[in-house]
Every structure is written in C-alpha cells, then in structure tokens.
C-alpha cells in the first residue's frame, strides 16, 4: 500500500518568511496527526485531526502555526513568520483508528526545515 | 505531564552484541507503551507495542521488550545485533486518561559496527 506523502522533502527559509508544508495520508484513514521533531529530541505532536475536526491542538503555536484539513483527506501545516526555533523535521503521520490506544501511526518521510 | 526518559543518546556496539535501550515513563496508571524505529533515510515505524497481557513482548526483527510496571520501564532489547539495527529508537507512551495522545522519548542512535 501507498505510505504517508509527504512535501517538500528540505525547505531553507529565513526567518520571518513563511512556509508550508503539504501532507496526504494513507487512503481511508480518518486520523492525521503533525509532529515537530528538533534534532536531538523525539517527536512532538502538534495538531491531530479526526476527518476534518481538529481532535487537539494544544501544542500547536497558533500565534504563528496553522494546520487544515478541509476535506478530511490532505492537510497542510503552515508557519507565519518563522522564527530559527522552528528548525526542525515536521513529521506528518496517519491511523485508520479513532483515537484508539491500539492505534499504529504510520509515518511520512518528513519535511527538513532550516531557518536562517 | 506525561514524559518518556531513554537513558542513552548514542550506543556504539559490535555485531553480535547484545543491546539493551531503557526507557522509563513519569506517570501511573494504565499505560500503551512503544518502541518505534527509524532506520538511516527512512521514515518511523512500529517495532512493538505493548497494551497488556503477557509483559514480554516479542516484536519484529529479534527485538524485544519488557513491561515492569514497579520501575515503570519498558526496556527494549535484543540478543545479538545485525550492521542493519543501525538506528535511532524511540520509546512512546499514550494514556487513555491524557486521551491517547502518544508522547515520545529523545531517543537512542545505535550504530552497530561491521
């Protein structure tokens, strides 16, 4: 089966400027979840939908970060402006459980941001 | 605030070592816990997961990894590893009272030696 798509691969901004990321699940499943992942830390998730709602997004920066998923498939992360924190993996995963204990995410390859 | 510790940022070892990655978890109650992998240029994914029942579980590739729940640890190992375990190991815990959400450790690179 087809895996988590995620792009762009690697995207070089400098600060201030804006950037998004675009991700597309694996087919059929309802649950998509953003991570941020720092070098040298472990994932940090972001903002997970369940279709098109928003299930939590309490460590979303919302004062600069964004997330949709308006037709409950593809979503897109996006940050305005960025700031050189914001380097970092930005990891996009999906499940075809709702909000289950049991649930395997099954990760994209990721997009590599550099803030200069 | 639920937290994941790995002890160990790196581990260099031999092929045919014996490895072990710790992990610990900083709450109580009923806990999911998983070691997921990510190997050089590829994306994450599950190596095992544990939800309850026997508190040794077996996952893919050789690996293992013991639940005691006393030390609140879930340790991951394996026997005698390959060039190909080079990775980095992450430990996860979700809670349904945090409401699943699936909290990550820092992780462990392993580079195993020819």
């Known amino acids: 089966e087809a895996g988590v798509a995620q792009s762009p691969r690697y995207k070089i901004i400098e600060k201030r400027q804006s950037v998004a990321f675009w991700c597309n699940p694996i087919?059929?499943?309802?649950?998509l979840y953003w991570y941020q992942q720092i070098l040298g830390q472990g994932p940090k998730l972001l903002i997970q939908f369940q279709n098109n709602g928003v299930v939590d997004d309490s460590q979303l920066p919302k004062d600069r970060f964004s997330a949709e998923r308006l037709k409950g498939v593809d979503s897109t992360l996006k940050i305005q402006p960025a700031k050189l924190e914001d380097s970092a993996v930005y990891l996009c995963?999906?499940?075809?459980?709702?909000?289950?204990?049991?649930?395997?995410?099954?990760f994209g390859s990721g997009t590599q941001l550099s803030v200069l | 605030a639920q937290s994941v510790s790995q002890h160990n940022h790196h581990v260099i070892l031999s092929e045919a070592a014996s490895l072990e990655l710790g992990c610990n978890y900083s709450y109580g109650g009923t806990v999911n816990l998983f070691w997921y992998v990510q190997y050089p240029g590829q994306h994450l994914q599950l190596l095992l997961k544990?939800?309850?029942?026997?508190?040794l579980v077996k996952g893919i590739k050789g690996f293992e990894a013991e639940f005691i729940k006393s030390k609140f640890s879930f340790n991951l190992r394996k026997p005698s590893v390959q060039w190909s375990d080079t990775a980095e190991y992450f430990c996860?815990?979700?809670?349904?009272?945090?409401?699943?959400?699936?909290?990550f450790g820092g992780g462990t690179r392993v580079l195993v030696k020819p």
């Open positions: 995963a999906s499940s075809s459980l709702t909000g289950s204990p049991n649930e395997k995410l099954f």
């Open positions: 087919s059929g499943h309802a649950t």
């Open positions: 996860a815990v979700n809670q349904a009272a945090a409401g699943n959400k699936l909290t």
């Open positions: 544990y939800f309850s029942g026997d508190p």
